[in-house]
């Protein structure tokens, strides 16, 4: 290595160190602080967050062409549910949005479909290192949420699932994104239970975990520090990272 190429090196480490703690700066500034930031992990999931947000924010999920789609889409084991839980499926399924809205309201799925609807083929990508690829259909969350009158305040979005271990949030660069989804069909037909029928939200621009099944209910909050451990979702409870983009 000569001297100069050295000194180029040690140049961009440096230049790297002092973009690291200006982009730790600027998080601060424009509230880029994920709810995980705590901790070993935590500086580093700030970075990637912040970093993410200031450069692409309304970057868009590679989508596909039709003939692209898994001939056999791959659904994720989802843990036996107890009777109660199971008879959800018999009833109307219901999506109650509370929290910072103007008009809060619960949305049957025939309340759902009478919004405009989103078609979009898009991969589902398991941190387990397995993906498929899947035509989503759906109404745009960002629908719903001006029928509800998101309130200014609101900063996220948290949605929970009849699975009591599957809840979740999302910042509003999530929630108002057009591909953010409250998917009701898949492929050819009605959305199947193992993939999270009646209603899953997809979330394309992150890991599948964010895309949680079985949606009953989105609160609109300031805060996450309210919900669960103050982590943001289950995942982050269990090691996994709040923000999982792709
Ligand atoms: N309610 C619920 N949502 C869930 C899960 C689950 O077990 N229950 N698994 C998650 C995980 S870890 C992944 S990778 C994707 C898998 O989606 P798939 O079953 O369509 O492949 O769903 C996510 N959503
Ligand atoms: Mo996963």
Redesign the pocket.
């Known amino acids: 290595m000569t001297p100069i190429s050295r000194r180029n090196l040690i140049a961009t480490g440096l230049a790297a160190g002092v973009s690291g703690v200006a982009a730790a700066r600027l998080a601060t500034r424009y509230g880029l602080i994920p709810p995980d930031s705590g901790g070993i992990w935590g500086a580093g999931e700030t970075l990637t967050y912040a970093a993410q947000r200031i450069l692409t924010t309304h970057s868009l999920a590679r989508e596909f062409p039709r003939n692209l789609i898994s001939k056999a889409?791959?659904?994720?084991?989802?843990?036996p549910m107890p009777p109660a839980m199971k008879e959800a499926f018999q009833r109307d399924w219901l999506l109650t949005l509370d929290g910072m809205f103007a008009r809060p309201v619960s949305l049957s799925l025939s309340d759902l479909k009478t919004l405009p609807v989103r078609r979009q083929v898009t991969e589902?990508?398991?941190?387990?290192g397995w993906s498929?690829i899947a035509e989503w259909i759906g109404t745009p969350l960002v629908e719903v949420l001006h029928a509800a009158g998101l309130l200014p305040q609101a900063r996220y979005l948290v949605y929970f699932?009849?699975?009591r271990d599957?809840w979740d949030s999302i910042d509003l660069a999530d929630a108002l994104h057009p591909q953010t989804l409250l998917t009701y069909a898949m492929n050819d037909g009605d959305l199947p239970v193992?993939?999270?029928g009646p209603l899953?939200l997809r979330v394309p621009r992150q890991?599948?975990?964010k895309?949680?099944?079985?949606i009953t209910r989105i609160t609109a909050a300031d805060s996450l520090k309210p919900f669960g451990k103050g982590l943001g979702s289950a995942s982050p409870e269990g090691g996994y990272s709040w923000y999982a983009g792709i």
């Open positions: 889409p791959f659904a994720n084991e989802v843990a589902v990508v398991c941190e387990e498929y699932s009849i699975e599957w193992p993939f999270g899953r890991l599948g975990y895309s949680v099944k079985y």
